[in-house]
């Protein structure tokens, strides 16, 4: 399994980003998909998941209201839309798959100014 993230940048606060993270050799029996970040300093967490099973999702309390997770299964693509960013949300971003192994794609990095 190999996921790919890309979508971070630069951006200030308000603004919007879309982060995708390409899943390559992933069977339909996975477990879970999805998204965290570790600031600068701080602990890495669980920014928001997708249940394989039902289509569950989690957000942290952070961002909830103001990211939602996605995915398309037919180009194994999924998404973060992140809204109304704030200085706060900057971090590196990483997409994760269980399957119930654990793989990690690299990070891409998101940066938001005040």
């Known amino acids: 399994v190999q996921l ?3 979508g ?7 603004a919007s980003l879309r982060l995708a ?3 390559s050799g992933i069977q ?7 998204w965290y970040r570790q600031g600068a300093g701080k602990e ?3 920014v928001s998941c997708i249940s394989a ?7 942290a309390d952070a961002v909830k209201g103001r990211f939602t997770i996605s995915r398309d299964s037919a180009k194994n693509i999924m998404y973060l839309q992140m809204n ?3 200085p706060g949300d900057t971090a590196v971003y990483y997409c ?3 399957t119930p192994n654990h793989y990690w794609g690299q990070g891409t990095l998101v940066t938001v100014s005040s």
């Open 4 to 6: 790919q993230a890309c």
């Open 8 to 14: 971070g940048g630069l951006v200030q606060a308000g």
């Open 53 to 59: 099973s039902d289509g569950s999702t989690y957000y």
């Open 84 to 86: 109304s960013l704030k």
């Open 28 to 34: 339909k029996d996975y477990y879970l998909i999805g």
């Open 44 to 46: 890495q967490e669980a």
């Open 21 to 23: 993270c390409h899943i």
């Open 96 to 98: 994760k798959a269980v």
